[in-house]
């Protein structure tokens, strides 16, 4: 090896160290905030499309495309500024979260409001609205909440700024105030390990029940649409059991995350195909888009292994 590949492999391996420290020290405010942003647009664009489908039939299948918006301009926002991180950014997540759980309310709605309701959970699961695209949709925000506590990536010092008590903790009881100030210190910190696994987890179960009656409306007709079905659960089960054992968020967490990950990208590539080869390919392509597989669903399951491998990062609380 020459000496000249020699010194770019070591400025790699330099590169990603530094990268390693910022997170477990909590200093990645600013590449959270891009992040936010990314993940917005693309979980709007699908909760767009789903929704047109259902012709937009009540105002509120609005809100989620406005606040995912909103929610990417307040990241894009927070990466230039810290100011806007702990405020706009914040308070937008924080909204946009709230609205998640409101859509969840609506589609488990729509499911009961179906002929034969809960009697018939599979069959009203299947063809009615997607029940857990909601929360999934709230990931985003989730991490843009995330982010508006973290420190910036240049910062050397504690930001005296970060330890003013927040309009919640002044709402809540002493108790429950006090706790969450020591929440809210392990996130600037990054010492929030078990709370990003416990998410992961829990967005992997949501993402592969999706992915399953999605992929059962189509008889499962391709072999490589069982796979984020047989991945989600291992990698819900690896998040948890990291959440009590160190070894298993240093080693297994990582490995499964990455191949979540790479079966989303795989996923993606396959939906893209599938929207291209309906009638008129190109030549339609908002068109089948709309109406072809949902093109950006296999990317939130890879937000499920990016929390995962954002979790194996982190460092674990103190206490």
Do not use: C
């Not at 530094?18 to 477990?24: G, M």
């Not at 499309?49 to 039939?57: I, K, N």
């Not at 008590?165 to 429950?176: C, N």
């Not at 072809?292 to 460092?315: E, K, V, Y």
């Amino acid at each position: 090896m020459s000496k000249e590949a020699s010194g770019l492999e070591a400025a790699g391996t330099h590169d990603l160290e530094v990268v390693r420290n910022h997170i477990r020290e909590g200093r990645f405010q600013r590449s959270l905030s891009l992040l936010t942003a990314v993940t917005s647009i693309v979980s709007g664009l699908e909760v767009a499309y789903e929704h047109y489908r259902g012709s937009y039939s009540r105002r509120v299948m609005y809100t989620p495309v406005i606040l995912s918006v909103l929610l990417a301009v307040a990241g894009f926002a927070g990466f230039f500024s810290k100011r806007a991180a702990r405020t706009v950014l914040r308070w937008v997540a924080f909204v946009t979260l709230v609205d998640a759980g409101v859509g969840f309310y609506f589609h488990v709605r729509g499911i009961y409001r179906k002929p034969g309701g809960w009697r018939l959970p599979m069959t009203n699961m299947i063809m009615g609205p997607p029940v857990f695209a909601p929360l999934l949709f709230g990931t985003s925000a989730y991490l843009g909440l995330i982010a508006s506590y973290l420190q910036r990536e240049e910062s050397l010092h504690a930001d005296p700024d970060a330890n003013e008590d927040s309009w919640l903790t002044r709402l809540l009881p002493s108790a429950a105030g006090r706790e969450l100030i020591s929440e809210e210190q392990d996130i600037r910190e990054g010492k929030f390990q078990q709370q990003v696994a416990i998410v992961a987890g829990v967005s992997a179960l949501l993402s592969g029940f999706e992915a399953y009656y999605s992929h059962y409306k189509n008889n499962f007709r391709y072999k490589a649409q069982w796979s984020p079905v047989a991945i989600a659960p291992i990698l819900a089960g690896v998040s948890f059991a990291s959440t009590k054992n160190r070894r298993w968020a240093a080693t297994a967490l990582p490995v499964i995350s990455a191949v979540a990950a790479a079966d989303a990208a795989v996923g993606f590539y396959y939906h893209a195909r599938g929207v291209l080869r309906r009638p008129g390919g190109r030549k339609h392509l908002l068109y089948n888009i709309m109406y072809g597989p949902p093109i950006f669903a296999p990317l939130l399951f890879g937000a499920a292994g990016m929390l995962g491998g954002l979790a194996s990062l982190l460092r674990r609380r103190n206490r």
